[in-house]
């Protein structure tokens, strides 16, 4: 097991400082495997069992989050004129310092992933993976059986041609369910407008086989389980 200096450890897995784990060390609120931490550059490895001022803190380099994404927030970390989905991360979580997962347009809401860890955001998001992506759509007009075989057959759309992709016609027919296994600049919503009709409202219901929680309200967001990870793998 790789060795790290104490600061390193604690850094990384909360929102302490360096220059507060300093001051904790010396005044003996860090406990390292049952001993008072005497120095911050003090070796530990990702197994040893730390506390701060009496609170456990076990290691923990990434975090992977699902948010419930609410309209009129931007897929970024910062932005001069729009409010961004990285606001809404817990202040407990924050030091992390996590990114979008792929990208939710504006206007759109649901399950968004965060993560601070760009290899898991690399095989997720790139296009040979051809991870399916499932959407609740509402529009201004019935679909109809002819626009599933439309979706299905690929798509021209001017910059480049949509790979086959699934409509699912719900009793309301101007309510429908899409699975894509691209990502591009409001792809979905072009390819509604390709079969006549326009989305009035959409919203981004799972990635590949993990689905977004009932329970997270617009604008919530929380840790992924191990299974839920898993489902992405």
Do not use: W
């Not at 993560?115 to 007009?141: C, I, W």
């Amino acid at each position: 097991m790789a060795k790290m200096r104490l600061d390193k450890f604690l850094s990384e897995s909360s929102a302490y400082s360096r220059k507060e784990i300093k001051i904790l060390a010396k005044t003996n609120r860090i406990i390292v495997d049952g001993k008072c931490a005497k120095s911050p550059d003090e070796k530990v490895d990702e197994n040893s069992i730390i506390t701060v001022k009496g609170v456990p803190v076990p290691y923990k380099k990434f975090v992977y989050l699902m948010l419930n994404k609410p309209r009129g927030y931007l897929s970024a970390t910062e932005d001069a004129h729009d409010p961004v989905v990285t606001s809404l991360v817990p202040e407990d979580l924050q030091h992390y310092k996590v990114f979008p997962v792929g990208r939710l347009d504006k206007d759109t809401e649901g399950l968004l992933l965060l993560t601070n860890d760009g290899q898991f955001d690399h095989a997720l998001m790139s296009p040979r993976k051809e991870v399916k992506k499932r959407y609740f759509a509402r529009l201004d007009l019935p679909a109809q059986h002819e626009d599933i075989e439309k979706f299905a057959s690929g798509m021209f759309l001017g910059d480049f041609t949509a790979k086959s992709a699934l409509l699912e016609i719900t009793e309301d027919p101007c309510e429908v369910f899409i699975e894509i296994s691209e990502g591009k600049f409001h792809q979905v919503k072009r390819m509604c407008e390709q079969v006549g009709k326009k989305v009035m409202f959409l919203k981004r219901v799972a990635i590949g086989k993990l689905f977004l929680d009932e329970n997270l309200s617009p604008g919530q967001c929380r840790e992924l389980t191990g299974n839920e990870l898993e489902l992405l793998k």
